[in-house]
């Protein structure tokens, strides 16, 4: 299964943009680009993913590199609502690949200060 | 609203008792996971079903066991065998197998050892 790297902490002052990057450099060509946040104590809250081109959500910007090895998360305003751990995770696109699971790393904690 | 429900929110197992945790989904999804995740790490699968009445091992499936009688449900038994089931317990589905659709979670179930 292709891991992803993540920086164990960052932290942003609020209304500030944040870019959380992500490698993934083994990653294959059916492989997704899927972030998700968490809480503590709260389930992985979706926020954006991507296969080749980059995306923008009402939540967040997702910048994938053109050789694909790497990704990065852009929050335009960081606000302490969005204080919580973030997950850069490859999904298989084979329905055969354990039925497309989640990959989880260790994510990076994203702490904001007002 | 739709979404997926997770119950109780805590659970205690005693010393060679079998628990199961429920988890409920009302959002038409086929493809349903049961995730395990421990303090400071990511989640790993323990379980997956692609359509009712088919579910496959994960990564993680020694001491647990589940069924998928309906499309909506899909109960995680924690088993006697499971010699450290002290853990944060997730459950997630998807409409699509592959890798293009997010994973939706519930907020939770924590299992601990009494």
């Known amino acids: 299964d292709a891991k992803t790297t993540q920086p164990n902490s960052m932290e942003s002052n609020e209304e500030e943009p944040v870019h959380l990057p992500c490698n993934h450099s083994?990653?294959?060509?059916?492989?997704?680009i899927h972030w998700y946040r968490q809480l503590p104590s709260q389930g992985p809250e979706y926020v954006i993913h991507?296969?080749?081109s980059n995306v923008n959500n009402r939540m967040a910007s997702l910048a994938i590199a053109e050789d694909r090895k790497s990704s990065t998360l852009i929050l335009h305003r960081a606000t302490l609502r969005d204080a919580a751990v973030y997950y850069c995770?490859?999904?298989?696109?084979?329905?055969?690949?354990?039925?497309?699971?989640?990959?989880f790393g260790q994510g990076t904690e994203l702490s904001v200060k007002p | 609203d739709g979404g997926i429900t997770q119950s109780p929110k805590y659970l205690f197992r005693k010393e060679g008792q079998n628990v199961t945790l429920s988890c409920e989904q009302n959002?038409?999804?086929?493809?349903m996971y049961w995730y395990r995740q421990d303090p400071g790490q990511g989640l790993r699968l323990i379980y997956y079903?692609?359509?009712?009445?088919?579910?496959q091992k994960g990564d993680i499936a020694e001491g647990y066991s589940v069924s998928r009688e309906k499309k909506e449900s899909f109960p995680l038994t924690v088993t006697s065998a499971q010699k450290n089931p002290t853990a944060f317990y997730l459950c997630?589905?998807?409409?699509?197998?592959?890798?293009?659709?997010?994973?939706?979670f519930g907020d939770g179930t924590r299992l601990s050892i009494l």
């Open positions: 997630a589905s998807t409409v699509d197998r592959g890798g293009n659709q997010p994973q939706h």
């Open positions: 083994t990653i294959s060509g059916t492989d997704y």
């Open positions: 991507g296969l080749t």
């Open positions: 995770i490859l999904r298989s696109s084979h329905i055969y690949n354990q039925g497309g699971k989640l990959i």
């Open positions: 959002l038409n999804h086929d493809a």
């Open positions: 079903s692609q359509i009712v009445n088919d579910f």
